[in-house]
């Protein structure tokens, strides 16, 4: 392969490539290193990431003791912070089965500020401190007197929590994030920002370190509904690319707010709704008007609904071509149904999913299971079926809730807990590089081919082979006479591909030392 000025401008046989070797600046001989595209996270927030990475990360806690020491050390390494924030507990993974209480938090920091999320980021616990910080917040949906906050009260404490964050403090989250996802061979992420989430200034503060400084490409999603073409106006001056991301139409399974059908397994409920069908069409609609690619958050089967109702009407007003073109994006897409599968076929909307939600929370004995019911469960995240029925995949982590670990992704899509929905490891990987371009726009980008641009990973991997899990994978060929390149075996257990070398637009973002 031949790079130059930050564009793929040659690729051929090893023999050929000989005669270049005059020509070119520098020569790298990779030893037998396989080379591909650079990943695609197509949906990440950035700056918790960051903040989990260097701060208080929840997610490793084998019990609610565990957690509560964590909390504590934390608190005593960390005196000068005026809020302690924290991530990832999951009660689920616990002996106790319940989340630590406001009492134990208070006890744990000493009195101080804190704000934990749990691993899905739809809910959070606080201490009786940072409760003090937010007037009125008694007063909102979602809190609870004793248990974790959701809904209106969950984002009016992250608001605070956040704004004690300084701007140094976000900038070198922001740093630690991109580095940690270069390392991952990963070259472009779509960040998921929006008013309920994090803040204008940390959408255009991380827009702007991107532009200053090497790293991966990012992309910025504002996640706010669109009532007028003027509020358009102010997503362009955000310079975000489109109106969507985490647009919540509901929220989590785990936190039992993903909007349901029918009630959870255990739960008497159907969880909540942020945006009904008519929002929805609405903002479709004046997005389409005016050429920006719209998106929501949705998990529930109701939630699904909704957006397909709400995009259904887009077609009718705007045109179901001008829909098809803008290639709207459905963030999280869990409970989907043979209806709501051919519905996004229909009108081109890109699922962006996350495969390590299945290995996480999947099973017969998951969170899912609890939460839905096996027959429910079993359900979800039907890759095979989306992707035979031509709906386009893109595939992130949405990070800090699961890591940034792209093979690990692709490893989980083609090992999906319900055998039904697996899909070829090549399909899986293809979702997760040119499958996060495309749903940007840019079909020339996740490629290596000449015009292409050179944004590409280099590992240190074991045997290829082209690998299909069993014979109801879905959307590639696996017959070896096919021609089909092969990929690292992503076997459970076996070790993943290990980052070399991570290039973006030609330029060096990360290389492995002594690698």
Do not use: K
Not at 232 to 248: H, I, N, T, V
Request: hydrophobic share 45%; charged share 20%; with cysteine.
């Amino acid at each position: 392969m031949v790079v130059d000025g930050g564009v793929v401008a040659w690729v051929g046989s090893e023999g050929a490539a000989d005669s270049f070797a005059d020509g070119v600046d520098s020569v790298v001989h990779l030893d037998g290193a396989l080379v591909t595209p650079a990943f695609t996270d197509a949906h990440v927030h950035t700056t918790a990431t960051g903040l989990a990475l260097t701060g208080l990360d929840l997610g490793g806690a084998a019990s609610l003791g565990e957690a509560l020491a964590r909390v504590a050390a934390h608190a005593a390494a960390r005196p000068g912070d005026r809020v302690l924030l924290g991530h990832g507990w999951d009660e689920t993974r616990w002996p106790e089965r319940r989340p630590p209480s406001r009492a134990e938090l208070d006890g744990a920091t000493g009195g101080r500020p804190l704000y934990l999320t749990r691993t899905d980021v739809h809910s959070a616990v606080v201490t009786t401190a940072l409760l003090d910080l937010v007037p009125g917040v008694t007063a909102l949906p979602g809190y609870a007197a004793a248990g974790p906050l959701t809904r209106d009260a969950h984002h009016a404490v992250r608001a605070a929590a956040y704004a004690a964050v300084t701007p140094a403090q976000r900038a070198a989250a922001q740093r630690a994030a991109l580095a940690h996802a270069a390392a991952q061979g990963i070259g472009a992420v779509h960040e998921c920002a929006g008013p309920d989430i994090s803040s204008e200034d940390d959408l255009t503060a991380l827009l702007a370190l991107a532009a200053e400084e090497p790293g991966p490409r990012v992309l910025g999603y504002w996640a706010q509904a669109v009532q007028s073409a003027e509020d358009l106006d102010r997503l362009r001056d955000l310079g975000a690319a489109g109106a969507g991301g985490d647009l919540f139409v509901d929220g989590s399974i785990g936190s039992h707010t993903a909007w349901l059908h029918a009630p959870y397994a255990d739960a008497p409920h159907t969880g909540v709704t942020h945006l009904d069908a008519d929002t929805v069409a609405r903002h479709l609609t004046l997005c389409t008007r005016e050429g920006v690619q719209a998106g929501f958050h949705a998990i529930g089967d109701a939630a699904i609904g909704a957006v397909v109702a709400g995009v259904r009407a887009a077609a009718e007003e705007a045109g179901a071509d001008r829909v098809r073109a803008l290639r709207h994006r459905v963030e999280h897409a869990e409970m989907m149904t043979r209806e709501t599968i051919a519905a996004f076929a229909e009108f081109g909307l890109v699922a962006s999913v996350q495969p390590a939600f299945d290995a996480t929370w999947g099973g017969e004995d998951g969170m899912y299971a609890r939460r839905l019911g096996g027959a429910r469960a079993r359900t979800l995240n039907p890759f095979a079926a989306m992707s035979r029925a031509g709906v386009p995949l893109a595939l992130g982590s949405d990070s800090p809730v699961t890591p940034l670990d792209p093979w690990g992704a692709v490893r989980a899509a083609a090992f999906h807990r319900t055998p039904e929905h697996r899909v070829s490891a090549r399909a899986a990987f293809t979702a997760h590089t040119r499958g996060g371009r495309r749903a940007a726009g840019r079909d020339d980008a996740g490629v290596l081919v000449p015009g292409a641009p050179a944004d590409y990973a280099v590992w240190r991997v074991g045997d290829l082979v082209v690998q299909a899990p069993d014979d109801r994978v879905a959307n590639w060929s696996t017959d070896p006479r096919s021609g089909t390149p092969g990929l690292p075996d992503l076997t459970p257990g076996r070790e993943l591909p290990t980052t070399l070398l991570t290039v973006v637009g030609g330029r060096t973002i990360f290389a492995r030392p002594n690698g």
